[in-house]
């Protein structure tokens, strides 16, 4: 996964947050008094360090205006597990920590409390991005996300005589971009950005585009996984296929030409030199200074009812209160989350700096394509989760994958799209077996 932050101007927010008046307080137990009539206090332990300012400045506004202590304190980058590992041996632990993945669950499920029910959790407008133990117990609550899927400029749709009404599954995709690079030459610009298969560019599809093909295949078994399985089917690689031999074969540059690399896709959308662009979020900023109209669209790939299918999201920024704590700083703990996702000027600045939040009150996303990750949750669209994060000893997989592209991308044979398969199914049960030792 490619680790690009967002960048948010807050200071004008902020700016405003401390200058303004008393901001109202939301939630369960009004402002962090509990039914016995002790005043309870927050400590949020941070998972993301370019988001300190913004949190100490909220924490001192909260304090003021509520009487209820807050305090935060950031983790150095790459030491959460550590830091979280010492703070709560001390006594006084966090009261509001991250819980990010299943293996998070599993660590420190016993120190959540079940959110199920609370005040924070009925503030959310998806359940998408929740964590559960083997129980069902709501152990972490999403606070944000990312997405991925294929970025697209409008502008040239329309310019080469379509409409983005037209691109609703994979059938309607394939029409666009194949009538776009047969006429490449006469408009100007071709339908997909270079797909290279060097290591700044790969991960887009043997990590990201993936993903349908692992998504999928939780589909139709009815389960999310929630660990790394031995092994996977592939029942979802033809539909891998029709989405890659797209981008490959309507592009800018030949399949025979990805392996080395060297072409700059981003650049490519940027300048208008190619409709399509595979990416994610984190490119909002950068596309959007010279395609202000780009907008994201799923993986169409021809699986049946894609219609409603959403873009992949997902994240590892997930809050979790500590269960044990007394009751006064765990309803003080929420009243504090509440707060930030449904002021109007706190809820802007978490926003400025995090993208979007996946609650019903908070603040609009200044990141298009994340606001329209949340349209189509909003239209009912399913949202395709990272199943990818669980690809086995994923650096060697993925290595294995990429050979097999590139020797498919100079020929594209049956026996070579064989091999691709290979990768994909066998190398994973392989890479699975050599991670358990």
């Known amino acids: 996964m490619k ?43 941070n998972f993301k360090p370019e988001i300190d300012e913004t ?4 924490a001192k506004k909260y304090t003021e205006d509520k009487g209820v202590e807050v305090k935060v304190v950031t983790a150095a980058s790459g030491t959460y597990s550590e830091t979280l590992t010492a703070e709560m041996d001390k006594s006084n632990p966090p009261t509001m920590f991250i819980i990010g993945n299943q293996q998070g669950v599993k660590d420190w499920g016993d120190f959540a409390l079940d959110l199920k029910d609370t005040a924070i959790a009925k503030e959310l407008n998806t359940d998408a991005y929740n964590l559960t133990d083997a129980s069902g117990k709501l152990v ?3 606070y944000c996300y990312e997405c991925y899927g294929i970025i697209v400029n409008p502008d040239l749709i ?26 490449a030459a006469e408009l100007g610009f071709d339908a997909f950005s270079s797909s290279d298969m060097d290591d700044s560019s790969s991960w887009r599809f043997t990590g990201h585009m993936a993903n349908l093909e692992y998504f999928y ?24 296929k029709n989405l890659y031999d ?82 006064a700083d765990q309803d003080a703990t929420i009243d504090f989350m509440v707060w930030l996702v449904t002021d109007a000027d706190a809820s802007k600045a978490m926003v400025e700096q995090l993208g979007i939040m996946p609650y019903k009150n908070a603040a609009a996303s200044t990141n298009g394509f994340l606001n329209n990750a949340a349209k189509y949750t909003e239209d009912g669209c399913y949202v395709m989760d990272w199943a990818t994060n ?4 994923v650096d060697e997989y993925r290595k294995d994958l990429v050979s097999a592209l590139n020797a498919y991308n ?22 699975y077996a050599a991670i358990q030792g």
Request: proline share 3%.
């Open 140 to 142: 972490s609550i999403g």
């Open 246 to 327: 797209l981008c490959i074969n309507n592009s800018l540059t030949a399949p025979t030409d990805l392996s080395a690399g060297g072409h700059d896709a981003e650049a490519e959308f940027k300048d208008q030199k190619a409709a399509f662009f595979v990416n994610g979020s984190w490119e909002y900023a950068a596309v959007s200074e010279k395609v202000p109209n780009a907008v994201m669209i799923p993986y169409y790939c021809g699986v049946e009812g894609e219609e409603k299918a959403g873009l992949n999201c997902g994240t590892e920024n997930c809050w979790a209160v500590n269960s044990k704590v007394s009751k």
């Open 158 to 183: 329309t310019k080469a005589g379509h409409s983005m009404d037209e691109i609703k599954n994979f059938d309607g995709l394939k029409a666009v971009a194949e009538d776009i690079h047969k006429r």
């Open 390 to 393: 669980y690809q086995p000893n």
């Open 55 to 58: 949190l100490q400045t909220l």
């Open 410 to 431: 100079a020929d594209q044979s049956d026996a070579n799209w064989e091999a691709v398969k290979t990768a994909f199914v066998d190398g994973w049960a392989k890479q």
């Open 217 to 240: 295949e939780e589909k139709a078994a009815g389960k999310t996984w929630t660990e790394c399985p031995a092994s996977i089917t592939g029942e979802f690689l033809p539909n891998y």
């Open 3 to 45: 680790k690009t932050h967002l960048k948010r101007a807050a200071a004008i927010t902020l700016a405003a947050l401390m200058a303004g008046s008393a901001l109202a307080g939301c939630g369960g137990s009004n402002g962090g008094d509990s039914k016995s009539g002790e005043k309870g206090s927050v400590y949020w332990l």
